[in-house]
């Protein structure tokens, strides 16, 4: 079966600080994109951050990073410079590339809270 | 250009009743998803286009569950005889079509159903 698993249900930083979220998987495929979505309190699912997996280069977007480890399963996101906007809850997703099936494989979520 | 619209944003339905979920996909986007979320949890897919072809139904809960895209854009969610345990968020989404950056999805505001 394939899996997302945050382990962290709510997190927690100070305005300007750096917060990492985990998110590992499990999945048999070898080649799949990652996603993390951000859903502020207005609800509308944004995307943050996309990670190919055949791509050894952990991807960046401005304040959010991601630390990618294929073999390990593992695909946290940083944010650096946390800003009060940054509040919401954070969802973890991959995708496998094989086959015709482009549902998304979706974690339970991480609320994050930026406090001033 | 203009993302994903959704309507109605809210719904309320008294249980029994049938209810009718819009969702206009972003210009062009040949892919198209329906999920489901409850309060407090993360997305399940529920059914997958591509242009007018339903290719996955699989997350539909019943038959009381029905999703068409006649023509490949607009999709329709239809809910027959609606029960409390139907409440919740339903989100659409839609991609450009399968395969690279292309498997980025796009999602709209979501409809709020509530179930009386």
């Known amino acids: 079966a394939q899996t997302v698993t945050q382990s962290q249900p709510e997190m927690s930083v100070q305005e300007a600080e750096t917060v990492t979220l985990s998110c590992t998987y499990d999945?048999?495929?070898?080649?799949?994109?990652l996603f993390w979505y951000k859903q502020p309190p207005s609800r509308q699912m944004i995307l943050v951050i996309r990670?190919?997996?055949?791509k050894q280069q952990n991807a960046t977007e401005n304040r959010f990073s991601v630390n990618f480890q294929k073999a390990a399963k593992s695909f946290s996101l940083k944010i650096s410079d946390s800003q009060l906007g940054d509040t919401a809850m954070y969802f973890c997703a991959f995708i496998p590339t094989a086959g015709n099936n482009r549902k998304l494989i979706w974690g339970l979520g991480t609320s994050l809270a930026v406090n001033p | 250009g203009a993302g994903v619209s959704q309507s109605p944003r809210y719904k309320v339905a008294k249980r029994g009743q049938d209810v009718a979920l819009r969702c206009d996909p972003i210009s062009g986007h040949v892919s198209l998803f329906w999920y489901q979320q409850a309060l407090g949890q993360g997305p399940e897919f529920l059914t997958y286009?591509?242009?007018?072809?339903?290719?996955?139904k699989s997350g539909l809960p019943s038959d009381r569950f029905f999703a068409e895209r006649p023509e490949g854009s607009v999709s329709t969610l239809k809910i027959q005889r609606t029960q409390q345990e139907d409440s919740a968020v339903y989100l659409c989404?839609?991609?450009?079509?399968?395969?690279?950056?292309?498997?980025?999805?796009?999602f709209g505001p979501g409809t709020r159903l509530t179930v009386l």
């Open positions: 999945t048999s495929e070898s080649n799949y994109y």
């Open positions: 989404a839609s991609s450009p079509v399968a395969g690279g950056h292309q498997d980025t999805q796009y």
């Open positions: 286009f591509q242009n007018e072809a339903q290719l996955d």
């Open positions: 990670q190919e997996a055949y």
